[in-house]
């Protein structure tokens, strides 16, 4: 069974504390995609890891992809109020068609 | 650029009536991607229409349906409504189909059926 799973779902952290949230998959893919939704809001895209050991920094937020793992990471770094949101990750997987499997999301608090 | 829009942004509907969402692709994309979100299930991937043909599909039943015209606009349709196709429906759309491109989403459809 095709599985996407986030981990913590929920994470309420400080302004300053680093943190990261781990994104495992079950099978094969040739790419994952971070993304970050505000309440009521779309998704915006982040990042695209394409290869193993693929890492993508913005701001205070890093990528980084171990697809010998089936593991991404986002890390988040001295956060800040304004990166509260949900995190979503998706793998990129070829069964009879390509389509995008996603994990259930990390919601992110930040407390000033 | 023009982002990805889809109308209405709510609607309100009762068991057993149909609804349509609509959404219009960033310019130039001609990849539309559909999928419902909701609290339980999340994100499902529903379909993926490129240059007017379906190209994907999740694994829904048939009574959600959906179409691309010429200009890539694309329309989902849901016949005889049940209460837990209340959700945010989201489109989104790429250049491309399938895996090279990311998907730009738009703002949503949230739909409450009663």
């Given at each position: 069974e095709l599985k996407v799973e986030q981990n913590p779902l929920f994470l309420s952290m400080q302004e300053g504390k680093n943190y990261t949230i781990y994104c495992n998959y079950s099978t094969t893919s040739d790419r994952l995609y971070w993304y970050r939704q505000d309440p009521g809001k779309s998704l915006e895209s982040l990042f695209v890891l394409l290869s193993n050991g693929a890492v993508k920094q913005e701001g205070r937020l890093m990528a980084s992809l171990d697809t010998k793992a089936r593991l991404s990471t986002l890390h988040i770094t001295a956060?800040?109020?304004?990166?509260s949101a949900t995190y979503f990750c998706a793998v990129g997987i070829l069964d009879s068609n390509y389509q995008l499997i996603w994990g259930a999301g990390t919601k992110l608090i930040i407390k000033p | 650029k023009a982002g990805v829009t889809q109308t209405p942004r709510y609607l309100i509907k009762t068991r057993g009536q149909q609804v349509t969402l609509s959404c219009s692709p960033i310019s130039g994309h001609r990849s539309v991607s559909w999928y419902q979100q909701t609290p339980g299930q999340g994100l499902q991937f529903l379909f993926e229409y490129f240059s007017e043909t379906q190209r994907n599909k999740g694994?829904?039943?048939?009574?959600f349906s959906g179409r691309q015209f010429s200009n890539s606009r694309s329309e989902m349709n849901v016949s005889?409504?049940?209460?837990?196709?209340s959700a945010l429906y989201l489109c989104a759309s790429s250049?491309?189909?399938?895996?090279?491109d990311t998907q730009y989403f738009g703002p949503g459809t949230r739909l409450t059926v009663l």
């Open positions: 956060a800040v109020h304004d990166l | 694994n829904f039943p048939g009574r005889t409504l049940e209460l837990g196709d250049y491309r189909s399938g895996r090279t």
